[in-house]
């Protein structure tokens, strides 16, 4: 679910929980109890829509190349073993059909792979009993077959799972939309005969309807720069800021920093000193904006200079 549906779903829950609670009140209304019954119905579709949606393939893909993997290790060392004993009995039907590398079987679609499987063990299964000075007894066919049918079960279910959260995903706007005709269309009307009858429950109602807000915090930050006209840093500057909670900030080496500010918002900062004339500036902070204000103190009292740095505003002279 994206963030709007998933607010939707949340309001559509609230309103099924605030149902449920006031049975007492709707449990004689046979239309409210049928639209109770059909949006707990879609909430239960939505929820397993989004599982589906979310379900990893990625584990049966790995299931099906690790059966892969096995059956290809086996089947190499099973055709050696009936390769090295036709050669021996001059053969050259048996070779060809053992003939099998690595390289080859990898290369096979699924279903050639698995009847190259199986078509080995019927090969081998009758002549199992002159293969042991080879290196396999009867126990390496059932293995080999067991890991054939293992990768057979495996064949088409990464691409099952994908089409399932594909289906899912694609069906999640028509239940949104369905459960939202549902609450629109006919959940509200129904409910307005509460109005006057049981005017707090019909209250609670509309306030479960709401979608819940999601906020956005966009944060930016000051940068306070308290020099003399010669540009020499004034020590013990005290910065204070007007417009949001925090006041004051004593200044290190001249400089103060108000960082994670909330924006957008209008702030006034002054600048301080023993014997300097404070100066003061209203200055306006975009979403996200970084501001560096030089202020120019002295006794007799100047103005801020420009400030630099993104989304900066031009600096008028202090009032």
Request: contains cysteine; aromatic residues 6%.
């Amino acid at each position: 679910m994206n963030q709007d549906q998933s607010n939707h779903y949340t309001m559509y829950k609230g309103v099924s929980v605030f149902l449920g609670d006031n049975a007492a009140i709707i449990s004689s209304n046979a239309v409210i109890v049928g639209l109770q019954t059909q949006l707990n119905n879609n909430i239960v579709s939505i929820s397993d829509a989004d599982t589906s949606q979310l379900h990893p393939n990625t584990g049966t893909t790995a299931d099906k190349s690790a059966a892969k993997t096995t059956l290809i290790t086996i089947l190499v060392k099973n055709a050696a073993a009936g390769y090295g004993y036709a050669a021996s009995i001059s053969n050259n039907t048996l070779k060809e059909a053992c003939h099998l590398t690595e390289s080859a079987l990898a290369v096979l679609s699924d279903g050639n792979l698995y009847s190259t499987a199986t078509d080995l063990y019927d090969t081998l299964n009758p002549i199992i009993s002159s293969l042991a000075g080879w290196g396999i007894a009867p126990a390496d066919l059932t293995t080999q077959l067991n890991a054939a049918n293992t990768f057979n079960g495996h064949i088409g279910v990464p691409q099952a799972a994908r089409a399932i959260s594909r289906a899912a995903t694609q069906s999640l706007p028509t239940l949104f939309t369905n459960t939202g005709q549902l609450l629109d269309a006919q959940l509200d009307s129904a409910m307005l005969q509460y109005l006057t009858s049981h005017p707090d429950f019909y209250t609670q109602y509309k306030k479960v309807r709401k979608l819940p807000t999601t906020v956005v915090h966009h944060y930016g930050s000051i940068h306070c720069t308290a020099l003399t006209a010669a540009g020499a840093v004034v020590s013990g500057t005290e910065y204070t800021i007007s417009g949001i909670a925090r006041k004051k900030k004593k200044a290190k080496n001249g400089k103060g920093n108000y960082a994670h500010i909330h924006t957008p918002v209008t702030v006034t900062i002054t600048a301080s000193a023993p014997g300097m004339q404070a100066v003061s500036h209203t200055l306006h902070l975009n979403v996200n904006g970084v501001y560096t204000l030089s202020f120019v103190l002295s006794t007799a009292g100047s103005g801020p200079s420009p400030g630099t740095g993104p989304n900066t505003n031009t600096l008028p002279s202090a009032a």
